[in-house]
């Protein structure tokens, strides 16, 4: 017989019992808690450390996740792109020297200015960059419509 079993024999006649490993036992704190709940991305990697159970690691996990799809299907996600972009081509029309061109036909009671309008307006918003002899082809179909 061995003398660490025989002591631990001994130690179970007499009520002692040996301290229980609390190694896999590591309880979620109010801090870590919080960190994962607010910030998913890196809290639920904490859990992988010696020590959390497996269902708080399938918790943390589990509410990443829908952090992640919560977050990509959000309206305001994507009207956050839609709007920067026709910010974008908003302030490209209004800087454009055919910009003033274009608020002047607007301006017309002719409804073919309000069209040729348009057309000078898409044209600034593309980003294609024009020659002079397209804007003036522009200019004079406006013209030869009565848009002066």
């Not at 919080?34 to 708080?56: E, H, W």
């Not at 589990?62 to 977050?71: G, N």
């Not at 920067?84 to 020297?97: G, L, N, R, W, Y």
């Not at 200019?139 to 848009?147: I, K, P, R, T």
């Amino acid at each position: 017989m061995d003398l660490n079993h025989s002591a631990e024999i001994g130690s179970a006649l007499h009520g002692e019992t040996a301290a229980p490993d609390r190694s896999n036992n590591r309880k979620l704190g109010l801090a870590l808690g919080v960190f994962i709940a607010v910030v998913p991305f890196i809290g639920a990697f904490f859990t992988l450390r010696k020590g959390y159970s497996k269902t708080v690691r399938i918790c943390a996990f589990a509410w990443l996740a829908l952090f992640v799809i919560a977050k990509s299907k959000s309206p305001a996600h994507q009207d956050q792109t839609t709007s920067s972009a026709s910010a974008v081509a908003e302030q490209t029309v209004a800087e454009h020297p055919m910009a003033s061109y274009a608020r002047q036909l607007r301006l017309s009671p002719n409804p073919a200015c309000s069209e040729w309008a348009g057309l000078v307006e898409s044209r600034i918003a593309s980003g294609v960059r024009m020659r002079d002899s397209d804007w003036n082809e522009i200019m004079e179909g406006a013209h030869n419509h009565g848009c002066d």
